[in-house]
């Protein structure tokens, strides 16, 4: 019966292709709620994380760098490490954050900054630090109640890999071709991603190596997950062995998948697939989409609905940015900083694991790589740092279940309640003032002021232009 489960997930993934239409405009609001799936999956990261993801080489610089390190080259090694990393995690925790995830660290070709060009899965990149210094992080970060993820690589290798020149591994790399249709099933499994040789899992000597050094990255540091990279390059096989082989040694151990698409249909198959989450493109999409001068909520409530569609929404990461994407301060111009506000107010009031990129506490610009790799600011205090203290304590208080109440063009409120706490979220996304009336008898309190209201079946709200009002509901 696993076996034919698992044939007929790998047959709908083959026959994926092209995004589809999503949501119904038909559905009511009250109908966009999302709960948390049962106790049954255990896993390390649940929705009550908040994960800081970290760009190790761009993130602290605390021992001396090497002579190929240079700050003016926005693609060269800028100096981060991973005992920069240790130095601030006190930091990291003050800002309301439960884990980290951190790029690759392992040894890397030359100018792999980023960690995804690997050239030894088994050694620490000498740029980085120590598998010592690493071990010391993980044991530091638990000491802090902190849990760490681990990005992990193993759809292709660095440029100038030394395997392939090796005759032994000549059938350990599929043939050099390029990716020309995104939407191709086989060209993303088979194809040379951006050029990067890329690794034959079909081949049993290649998956029984992956599997083996996954295990062995566990064993040796503790760490409590990994962020899959470009899950969707490799064989739906390879994923189902790999995900069932850590699954069996270490079964709350969570796993996220990338998955770069943004139909959560798509998303869903791969978290059938064995992965706890995937990133959630198309929650990401909706954000970028909604938290804008040319947003409209009503496209937002239907991206809220597709989260029905995955098994457990709440095991998935959530974010407004990334080291791939756009930093999102970057495309809103004028309200910028009220717009990123907002936004991360939604991440940290959504029932998920909400991810935060490193530098978005600082509002960093930068629209692609590498301007969306920047090193830290640490001469300045972070703007939005107060904020997500503040939406980090939100979180662990008042979010687990979550149901929108009522949504227009410019504006949407909604209901978050953990442990019989509740709290009522309203937004305007519109750059003028609003009233808006939202569906609701009972009796609030404005958490930032203290102020009491009585609604009686309305509650009429005056909002200021890109604002925000969080109400405890009494």
Sequence with gaps: MKKLLYLIIIVTLALSGCSTPVGNPSIAPEDTMVKPGDAAVKTSITHEDNIYFILIDRFYDAVENLPDVDKNDPKAYQGGDIRGIIEKLDYIRDLGMTAIWISPVMDNAPGGYHGYWIHDFYAVDEHFGTIGDFKELVEKAHALGMKVILDYVFNHTGPGMAWLDDPAKQDWFHEKKAITNWNDKDQLINGWIYGLPDLNQENPLVRDYLVENALWWIEETGIDGFRIDTARHVPDEFLLHFIDEVKSDFPEFYLLGEVWHNNARILKLYQNLGFDGVTNYSLYNGIIETFGPYGDMRDFAKYLRDESLFTDASLNSIFIDNHDNPRFYSSERNYGKEYTGQALAFLFT??????????????????????????????????????????????????????????GAKYIAYKTEKDGRGMLVAMNSGETASNVEIPFFGKLRDYRTGETIEAAGTLSLVMGPVSTRFFIIE
């Design 350 to 407: 959504y029932p998920a694991a909400a991810t935060l990129y490193y530098g978005t506490e600082a509002l960093l610009e930068g629209e692609y790589d590498p301007v969306n790799r920047t090193f830290m600011p640490w001469a300045s205090d972070g703007e939005l740092v107060p904020l997500i203290k503040e939406l980090a304590l939100i979180k662990s208080l008042y979010v687990q279940d979550f149901e929108v109440i009522a949504y």
